[in-house]
């Protein structure tokens, strides 16, 4: 399973279990959404309505999504949004305690049709009850509520959850993960999350989407067989190694009378590892746990990491390896898996004082993701401007390689465009962990983003010809960003933290502020083409409390600042490339560069080496009418003037002979 739910039912509707109303709620087979049944409200005349949801107890719902469905038989039959209208009610210490979101009315709702409405419980509700708020941390009933229906009208009701949004992991070169993968699992009629759409190819987010897991966080149901070669006998422990009940499966060695008790553990895609449990430690000797895999016959994994010790350590530990070569499907138990086992072995003088047992298990799986050339909105909700997310999270135990767009040579193409529809929704982006293997923004628009934030430096991570409009900050670090541009950022278009930032030929269009520098470092940060144009405050916001240099090279032009002082210095490499009347370099001639003031030191004092090379990496700013010169024993001098301005200069000479030096 690639994408697992990071919510939490409240109700399937597939039955009226749980349910209180007026009128009583009942169930239908015709018009349901998600599983087999929905539930509906129908009542002959007007008045008002209402379904009412009784939890098993109270509840915390503190800061996260509600996700409900919603169909009408027509627009009409509601009230507009407001007081009126459709509302979700969340209450706590009796029916007085309540908050209350207005989350639709006959003047929003697009169509008849199932609609997922979502909204953040950490936002303000429309209303609270005569006794106070609701108490979210407890809350005991939610349910909607509508005035003034319409009578002989239909409310349509399904698949009501909380949380977050989705995951998504798994994955390979050839078959990687992308948003269809999380559409097409929201929209199974098993699942219906109402986290991600599409329409007219755009995919609507309303929900936090996660790419990859972290050490912490394991992925997906583990399938688990156990054999006793004693009885040769096969038990399915799949059902317990996913639950929580203590040393409730029984691992290997399981007797000392007949070797080749085996564990195994599987999943329908390969995987890196498996996060084991172990309740009961085991307590043998003269016994071999051997790990293997199927290529056609049990072979031993080449590698492996332990860390149960042959399940003789209690507690949680990882056991993880390189993916074996020509790791192939076999049938255990009559479930064909890719599978590892744990084979006991033994010569002689076997002893087994207590059998290990385990209580949870859980895998972990390698991550490739890449979406390319497509439209992705955050929908307008009710959620607030911290919520939206993409984030990336990675483990030491397997790869986690993600890409938005393509990379063509050394330049970013075929992106996508990420927007919020409402500059007040904002989402952010995160890839700081820095178990990622490689990350990769390509040629991508965002726009009205919120922060995005990327890795340290790799060669395998980077951020390409990428347009990033009306946005916040950047959090660059130390992250390859080249060929970018920030257009219209109401803030700082970037957040630069270290002079050794990967940061070159960038555009800052009528930003607020270009660059934000919030860290002192007596050395200059480099600016290498980065331009500058329309700034409405400054170039560079210097906000660490002590002056600073800006080393500016390559053509970049920054000129103004705001906080403390920043001191701009021009860097360019200037450069003479020396050659003899055949194009024949020569090395050892002294080169020379001079100010337009003959008392001023030198700019350049140097030999010529291989190539006929000689350079410099000028700070000292431009300079008018400077004097190139060259000499070598055999040659007649060279000299010519030259400007320096803020951009690199490569001069090639040609040295002529002189007869009389000979």
Known sequence: MAVVPNLTDISLCEATTGWTGTPTPATNLDVNLQGTYCLQSYQAGAGNRNAIFTFAGATDLQNVNIYTWFSFSKTSIIQVKGATGLRIRLTSTGTNFYSEWDIAGSDTLPHSGWLCHTFRTNQSPSRIGAGGACNLAAVLTVGWYADSVVGKGYIYWDAWRYGQGLKVVSGISA??????????????????????????????????VQIGTTGDETFGTLSCQGYNANTAAYLDESADINSATANDVALVPKQATTQGDCMYFGDDEKFRGVKLNVGTAGVYSNMTVNWEFWNGAWTAISGITDGTNGFTTSGTNDIYFAEPSGWDTYAVNGSTKFWIRARISWTSGQTLTTAPLATQGWMYKDTYFKSTNQMVVFREANVGDAFYKIEVKANARSTTKVYIGEKSGSVGISGNVIKAANISYKFTLVATDFNITEFGLYGCSFINAGTIELPAYSTSKEMLNCNISLSNEVYISTCIVKNCNFISSPGSAILMSSISHNLTYCNFISCTVGVKIDTYNASPYPFSALMFSGSVTADVNNTSGQGLTVAKSNGSNPTTYTGSTVTFTGSVDLTMIVKNEAGTAIVGAYAFIDEST????????????????????????????????VRKYGYKNYKQSVDIGEVNISLPITLIADPQQT
């Open 175 to 208: 078959a990687p993960v992308n948003l269809e993968t999380l559409f097409a699992a929201d929209d199974n009629t098993a699942n219906k999350y109402g986290v991600i759409s599409k329409f007219e190819s755009v995919y609507y987010l309303q929900g936090q």
């Open 598 to 629: 003959p008392s001023s030191p030198y700019i350049m004092n140097e030999q010529t080496i291989a190539g006929g090379i000689a350079t410099v990496n000028w700070t000292g700013g431009p300079v008018t009418s400077s004097t190139w010169r």
